[in-house]
């Protein structure tokens, strides 16, 4: 497989704090990349610098053979950025704002209307193309945002949190219409807080946490690298005054637990594999006088996964 984009050693800093730290992965031609890490993780932060938008302090990062700094203008044109805060202008119409961006990369003419117009289709905003910003809701200027991105048909396409306040079946829509731009043979970096879209779009991912690289694979090799642990999921009724974070505490320290967290009222808790009785676990419940309503012990998902990678939640 070729690989389309190779950063490497990159290293950002902001004065004296360094957001990107010594980074390196690769990303092949043709396939979705997902970019995962808490908030404040750098993710932005390589994909400005990819795209252009901020400087960098060291390493190297080359796009389809050529260097991002020495042929900086040529690499420039064969990238499509959706950036994770909106981009667009207010007073122009929908057909405009994607017109505009399209035109700075060369199109023009029939070309230029044929680009905005399959752009507009594409995140199902085709029957708002007169509608100016202004007059949209804010899942409507991201999906717009996207177009903004993609119309130029860019071989390297950078979505940074595209689907955010975006509803169901919009987001359905776009997260298909990304999967046939790869088809067609774009590649695509994505980031996104929601697990189930990265599961479901993504070839291969990478974690990054602290600016540093934590792992990268398919989702299958990050399972892998958590073959030892499965988690067991254990859901009840927490009274509103209870001490949520104490309880948990005492959970964490039981033999055979390597994390545990909360979500809302289900706890879950990262075992050693080879764990298979549960019973001091439940009677941890009922000596607390709460109900289990919920439990199952599964393997580990994407998300169990980057809880025990990088000991934190996504957000
Ligand atoms: N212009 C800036 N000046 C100083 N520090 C910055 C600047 N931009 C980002 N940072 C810092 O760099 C770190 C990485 O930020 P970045 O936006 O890349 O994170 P992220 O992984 O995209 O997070 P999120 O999930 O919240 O979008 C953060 O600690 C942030 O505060
Ligand atoms: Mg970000």
Redesign the pocket.
């Known amino acids: 497989m070729k690989e389309f984009l190779t950063v490497k050693n990159l290293i950002k800093n902001?004065g004296d704090?360094c957001?990107v730290d010594n980074l390196s992965f690769s990303v092949y031609e043709g396939e979705i990349f997902g970019l995962l890490?808490?908030?404040?993780?750098?993710?932005?932060?390589?994909m400005n610098v990819i795209t252009s938008l901020c400087d960098f302090s060291k390493g190297s990062v080359k796009v389809d053979g050529m260097d991002l700094i020495a042929d900086n203008e040529k690499v420039k044109r064969i990238i499509g950025a959706v950036p994770?805060e909106i981009a667009i202008y207010p007073f122009l119409s929908a057909e405009e704002n994607v017109k505009f961006f399209a035109s700075l990369y060369g199109l023009k003419g029939r070309e230029l209307s044929e680009a905005a117009k399959e752009a507009l289709e594409f995140v199902g905003l085709s029957d708002r193309a007169k509608m100016k910003p202004k007059q949209m809701s804010g899942g409507m200027k991201r999906r717009l945002n996207i177009a903004c991105g993609i119309a130029h048909s860019p071989k390297l396409i950078i979505m940074d949190?595209p689907t955010v306040g975006v509803d169901a079946q919009s987001r359905e829509h776009i997260l298909n219409s990304i999967k046939v731009l790869r088809d067609r043979g774009a590649t695509v970096i994505y980031t996104s807080?929601y697990m189930n879209e990265v599961e479901s779009i993504c070839d291969r991912i990478a974690i990054i946490d602290h600016?540093k690289f934590v792992a990268c694979g398919t989702e299958q090799e990050l399972v892998s690298l958590v073959s030892d642990s499965r988690v067991l999921k254990i859901t009840t009724e927490f009274p509103s005054d209870f001490d949520r974070d104490g309880f948990i505490g005492g959970l964490k320290k039981l033999p055979d637990v390597k994390s545990g967290r909360l979500n809302e009222n289900e706890v879950a808790l990262e075992l050693n594999r080879s764990c298979r009785d549960f019973t001091m676990f439940l009677e941890r419940f009922s000596k607390q006088g709460l109900p289990v309503t919920g439990i199952s012990s599964e393997s580990m998902n994407l998300e169990d996964i980057f809880i025990s990678l990088t000991g934190r939640e996504l957000r």
């Open positions: 902001y704090f957001a890490g808490p908030n404040g993780a750098g993710k932005s932060t390589t994770q949190e807080h600016g």
